[in-house]
């Protein structure tokens, strides 16, 4: 079996996970939590899920309307991939920072995952030392570390982050698996965690303590751990803050497209050529070192606001994927009119969106996978 499982690896590709090796870090994981593994593990190579950030609570033209999805709105299916932040569960806060009640978003996670699809969780946490927001860059790591001022403070941010995981289970009982992604887009300069801000180690510390008290000293089972850049000039640079291969179930970037407002023809197209260049590029490195480490990898963030590009989902974004073994790509948010900044913000197309069209081929193109298709694989079984 073992030789068979290796030569398939081989066949399709070189940066394929390798199934013989493909543990889990947490051993004590729930049979859900390490079927879904498995099903990404062999999925691997093959499919690509695509993902959006909030997609049931909201979308360019609405909130809280029960069943409503952009996407859904485009091509009648889901993401396979629903993506929540739970920035502001720290204070016991009733909102997220985005302002979504999280008594609904467990609704909306529970119903994600009775779609067959599944959940990712990141974390917008605020400044422990100053209560500021997560750009509030006044340091704060060295402080929070055991040892620390803010330790214990610290503690019971984490304690409230425990309580809303493990409330998210089915009326059965049974705890819903969570690709949870804390402390993202590490080597950025724009988050009290960020690069400038706390030494490689003290980062690495941070990772460490908070994977080993959600997992040995909360119990909690049915979490994927995903570690989380932003864009990179090289190697080193991803690495660096690594904690290792005992502390990571996946390897992930954050990479968006930019363009200033009503950019031209001439514009757009210089910016969808350099997107995908560095894409591509970072992409490369994020999956030899998971294919290294035997550990999954993903495009857990991506988007070009507003999708000024009419083909940006085959031509770019399509392009830019397809040849590489992540197990998903995720859009950012669809809020719509963003008041303070005079702009639209959102990622995902909707109908009547100039990119709308395209979508639905990016839809049916066989390596991607939304939730009708992830439904059928039965991805906790
Ligand atoms: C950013 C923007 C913000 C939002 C934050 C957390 O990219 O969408 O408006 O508050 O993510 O979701």
């Not at 030494?199 to 690495?204: A, F, L, N, V």
């Not at 606001?305 to 392009?319: F, Q, S």
Request: overall charge positive; proline content about 4%.
């Amino acid at each position: 079996m073992k030789s068979f499982y290796l030569i398939a690896c081989f066949l399709l590709s070189e940066w394929v996970i390798n199934p013989v090796c493909a543990q889990l870090i947490d051993s004590m994981a729930t049979s859900e939590t390490k079927a879904l593994y498995n099903h990404l593990v062999s999925l691997s190579g093959k499919k690509i899920m695509f993902g959006h950030q909030d997609d049931l609570a909201y979308g360019v033209h609405w909130k809280y309307e029960d069943g409503r999805s952009d996407i859904k709105e485009v091509i009648n299916d889901f993401p396979a991939v629903f993506g929540w932040d739970i920035g502001g569960i720290e204070h016991g806060h009733s909102n997220n920072l985005d302002s979504v009640p999280f008594d609904r978003m467990k609704k909306y996670i529970i119903e994600a995952y009775h779609k067959g699809a599944i959940n990712t969780i990141s974390w917008h946490t605020d400044n422990p030392v100053t209560g500021g927001n997560s750009w509030d860059t006044t340091r704060a790591v060295k402080e929070i570390l055991p040892g620390g001022k803010h330790h214990s403070f610290f503690v019971s941010w984490l304690d409230r982050v425990a309580t809303f995981l493990n409330s998210l289970e089915t009326n059965n009982g049974v705890k819903i698996p969570i690709l949870f992604r804390p402390f993202h887009e590490l080597n950025g300069g724009w988050f009290w965690w960020g690069r400038p801000y706390c030494s490689p180690e003290e980062y690495k510390a941070l990772w460490k303590f908070t994977i080993e008290y959600l997992r040995d000293v909360r119990h909690i089972h049915q979490l994927i751990y995903v570690y989380n850049t932003n864009s990179f000039s090289n190697e080193p640079e991803f690495t660096e803050r690594y904690p290792g291969k005992e502390l990571a179930d996946m390897l992930s970037l954050d990479i968006y497209q930019r363009a200033p407002l009503n950019a031209s023809k001439e514009q757009l197209k210089n910016s969808s050529l350099k997107f995908e260049k560095q894409l591509k590029e970072n992409l490369k490195v994020v999956v030899q070192i998971a294919h290294q480490d035997h550990k999954l990898s993903a495009l857990s963030e991506t988007g070009f606001e507003a999708i000024p590009v009419r083909d940006w989902w085959t031509r770019v974004l399509y392009n830019a994927i397809k040849d590489f073994p992540i197990s998903y790509v995720l859009v950012w948010r669809n809020h719509g009119f963003m008041e303070a900044k005079n702009k639209m913000h959102y990622f995902a197309p909707f109908k009547g969106q100039k990119s709308a069209g395209d979508f639905k081929k990016l839809y049916k193109k066989k390596r991607m996978l939304f939730s009708k298709a992830t439904k059928k694989i039965n991805l906790y079984q």
